[in-house]
């Protein structure tokens, strides 16, 4: 018999689907004064995915120029965002693949020395839906083993490869023990992620495209895909939706690349938009770790 259609499915077919992962309570406190840390009106969150090589390798994609285009990440790009968030005094999440860390075993540890996170990104930006729950539990145990190993501390966060759920996805934060994954984005703001009906107590720290920097600026020269945004016109949106979350009492979150936002015109809005949040005194800068523990006792 041929697969059911979508519209050919019963609804408790359709329900199950859309119940199976769901957002819980919002972590807000209702008194702004104890909202986010440090009694702050908004919470900055910046977060870096240090892909590197991961991507291309993942797709069997193995020449030297798209190794090249990797490397730029680490090499030229990582240094100089360390030392902008040095001046700027903003702790950041990096979320890294495993085999990033192995192919520079001294680049996480740095991460750590700069007081800043480092997460799980999966083990080579792995397609998680394409795989089954012991192989995605594996790659995901191994990325902890490595990270265990290089800095000395178990991660508490994930970031899935791609922002991507597979039907055995969450079951494998929760065996795990994950406080927070930031991969969904059912909220501008924390909350609880529901396993078909039931609490988990896992904190989800939502991610968005428009505070991506792939979605306007990544390139692939066969794909047809291109820049289609200014730096300075991109920076604006942001501005915009920090200053939104702040008149909020909310969560300003950005994810970034280093391949990507790491040259230097584009370094250079994100000075500027550090400049601009720091213009403020009742800002919180820090890691997503930092925010899911102080949310976890809205649970």
Excluded: K
Aim: glycine letters at 8%.
């Amino acid at each position: 018999m041929d697969e059911q259609q979508p519209w050919q499915w019963t609804e408790d077919v359709w329900r199950g689907h859309v119940e199976h992962v769901r957002a819980g309570r919002r972590l807000v406190h209702d008194d702004p004064a104890l909202r986010w840390p440090t009694g702050a009106r908004v919470a900055v969150l910046l977060s870096f995915d240090s892909d590197h090589e991961s991507i291309p390798l993942r797709d069997g994609e193995t020449s030297p120029g798209r190794m090249a285009q990797g490397e730029f990440g680490a090499r030229f790009a990582v240094p100089r965002i360390l030392d902008l968030l040095a001046r700027h005094e903003a702790p950041s999440s990096f979320y890294m693949p495993a085999v990033c860390a192995l192919l520079r075993p001294d680049e996480a540890p740095s991460y750590v020395a700069g007081g800043h996170e480092v997460a799980v990104h999966g083990w080579i930006h792995e397609r998680n839906t394409a795989l089954s729950h012991d192989d995605e539990l594996e790659l995901v145990s191994r990325c902890l083993e490595v990270f265990e190993r290089q800095i000395g501390q178990r991660p508490t966060g994930i970031r899935t490869p791609s922002w991507d759920f597979s039907g055995s996805t969450l079951s494998v934060i929760r065996e795990l023990g994950f406080d927070y994954d930031s991969s969904l984005m059912a909220d501008a703001d924390p909350y609880e992620l529901l396993e078909r009906g039931e609490r988990t107590g896992v904190v989800e720290i939502p991610v968005e495209w428009i505070r991506d920097d792939a979605p306007y600026l990544m390139m692939d020269r066969f794909g047809g895909l291109r820049p289609h945004m200014p730096p300075r016109s991109l920076l604006q949106i942001w501005i915009d939706e920090f200053d939104a979350a702040r008149e909020e009492g909310g969560v300003f979150q950005l994810t970034m690349h280093p391949h990507i936002i790491g040259h230097r015109s584009r370094l250079r809005i994100l000075d500027d938009l550090l400049t601009h949040i720091r213009s403020f005194d009742d800002v919180w800068i820090g890691t997503h770790a930092d925010l899911a523990r102080h949310v976890r006792p809205f649970l």
